[in-house]
């Protein structure tokens, strides 16, 4: 079986390792070097440096609209095209080309949270499992019809990196699945995916970083974890704009106006929100690093700090 890979993050280098553990990728597409670091030279993708790693052949269009691109990918006579975060829109020609058709490893279990960012949102509306589809691609945003699917919990202090991680390699078990019932003909119908229950993970903005502090604690605490590693949460603390890598919703009732510093101390700095507090434990002073509440509260004699 001659498989064609498609993708670009690091998200994608679990499934591609799975994809070439049985020697059947012929090449490996993915989106061309960007400029990156204080530097801005150009960096490969985390993809083409895996593929690089392993041998595979890897081919940059800066799209596959084209006819030249499409011939390139034609005259591989891919059996399957697996993609995976690949970035570039699939024309309807292209997802015709491969006898398999074209797989996608998706985040999340569809039809929740189609689009860009699964992960994310997932954490920031308070989803209790997330998992991973191995879908059937057709020409709508993450609609085709599910050949395979894995389930995991969402930890309670779990933040966007790790689950991130986490279903990473659970995507390259699926997909390893699929593959192998693929060669020995026992994969299951591809199932529709059914009509109630979608949603859409819009792309994350850097706007939505800023916390809003009428917001309940429990919800900014979600996004505190959900924009964790990207694009950090940030607020202003006692006159200051701090990042927020990590927090903990408290749910007293502080007589304090919400944004208000309620209490500090060794335990972190408590701000007073809408309902309940914010419990910031990890902070990110302008042009510093993340150091935790106690430290930044050595360098803030301003604030009252309880013993």
């Not at 269009?61 to 691109?69: F, I, R």
């Not at 591989?76 to 970035?87: C, S, T, W």
């Not at 919703?249 to 507090?277: N, T």
Request: proline letters at 7%; a positive charge.
């Amino acid at each position: 079986m001659k498989i064609v890979f498609a993708g670009t993050p690091d998200f994608a280098v679990p499934s591609l390792r799975a994809a070439a553990a049985g020697g059947e990728v012929v090449a490996v597409y993915t989106q061309p070097d960007r400029p990156a670091g204080r530097g801005r030279g150009l960096a490969a993708s985390p993809v083409k440096q895996e593929a690089l790693r392993l041998g595979i052949p890897v081919r940059q269009p800066e799209t596959l609209k084209g006819q030249a691109a499409q011939d390139e990918l034609r005259a591989l006579q891919p059996d399957l095209m697996v993609v995976v975060a690949y970035g570039l829109i699939l024309p309807r020609k292209v997802l015709a080309i491969p006898r398999h058709g074209c797989w996608n490893v998706h985040a999340s279990l569809l039809p929740r949270w189609r689009g860009a960012a699964p992960i994310q949102r997932a954490i920031e509306a308070g989803d209790a499992e997330t998992g991973v589809c191995l879908m059937q691609m057709e020409a709508g945003l993450d609609t085709g019809p599910v050949l395979l699917s894995a389930s995991i919990r969402i930890g309670a202090e779990e933040t966007g990196g790790r689950l991130h991680d986490r279903l990473a390699e659970l995507g390259a078990q699926v997909l390893a699945d699929g593959l192998q019932r693929l060669r020995e003909g026992t994969l299951p119908p591809a199932r529709p995916q059914p009509e109630a229950g979608v949603t859409y993970a819009h792309k994350l903005d850097k706007a939505e970083a800023k916390l809003d502090w009428s917001l309940p604690a429990e919800v900014l605490a979600r996004k505190v974890r959900a924009f964790n590693p990207w694009p950090v949460a940030e607020a202003q603390v006692a006159g200051e704009r701090l990042r927020i890598h990590e927090a903990v919703a408290l749910p007293a009732a502080f007589v304090s106006d919400h944004g208000r510093v309620a209490a500090a101390g060794k335990h972190g700095i408590d701000i007073a929100c809408g309902e309940g507090a914010l419990r910031l434990l990890r902070v990110q002073r302008e042009g510093g690093k993340a150091i935790s509440a106690a430290d930044y509260l050595n360098a803030r004699r301003d604030l009252p700090v309880a013993e």
